[in-house]
């Protein structure tokens, strides 16, 4: 009986921590009792983990809006969680929310986390979110993961941001004009810095990142 007590008043400790998690954010109401218990537990611990809890909040909700089935939002702000975290440890714990969310995104595509911290390593003092979003942009353009990585790092010694969106354009471009996307990313590289110049019509402006 007592172990059975024991149980029983564990399970509801953990129902009040995942209720008290809930309340403290209202937008969580959209979604049913059992997700949004689920969804409050994980966002508990990205907070405490350091890691951007937002980011999990708008998937949670994201998935509600389109009416996805409860178990896989649970599934997609799990897997968030867990791309995050990743990103966080190859990036270090200075690393900041854009960052780690560009970050989470590439890894999500398959880029190897191990891209992510030899970035951090060519730069070191500059934000990489504009270079991690390339980097999983052109893999959801059909370049290979690590081709896509090693064309960002090839060039993350001599790009600024805004070349990096022109190198990003090139490579869409020649994949649309029927270029296989993994030699678009190679033939962009071998053009060089220079060949990646920026107008205000276009050039350096920043669509979207993509999500994870």
Request: proline residues 6%.
């Amino acid at each position: 009986m007592t172990a059975l007590r024991t149980a029983a008043l564990a399970a509801a400790l953990a129902g009040l921590l995942a209720a008290h998690a809930a309340a403290q954010d209202p937008r969580l109401e959209r979604l049913d009792p059992d997700t949004r218990a689920a969804v409050a537990a994980l966002v508990d611990s990205a907070r405490q983990s350091g890691v951007p809890a937002e980011a999990l909040i708008d998937r949670a909700l994201e998935g509600a809006a389109k009416q996805a089935p409860e178990p896989r939002i649970v599934a997609a702000v799990t897997t968030l969680l867990g791309n995050l975290r990743e990103a966080r440890a190859a990036l270090g714990a200075s690393t900041t929310a854009p960052e780690l969310q560009a970050g989470a995104s590439a890894i999500h595509l398959g880029v190897p986390a191990a891209a992510l911290t030899r970035l951090r390593a060519v730069r070191p003092r500059q934000p990489l979110t504009i270079a991690l979003s390339v980097m999983a942009d052109l893999t959801a353009r059909g370049v290979p993961a690590d081709s896509a990585a090693a064309a960002v790092l090839a060039l993350a010694g001599s790009l600024r941001d805004d070349q990096f969106l022109a190198f990003r354009r090139n490579v869409e471009r020649d994949i649309e004009l029927g270029a296989p996307a993994a030699a678009a990313a190679s033939s962009s590289v071998r053009l060089g810095a220079g060949a990646f110049t920026t107008d205000a019509g276009s050039s350096g402006s920043a669509r979207p990142l993509r999500r994870p």
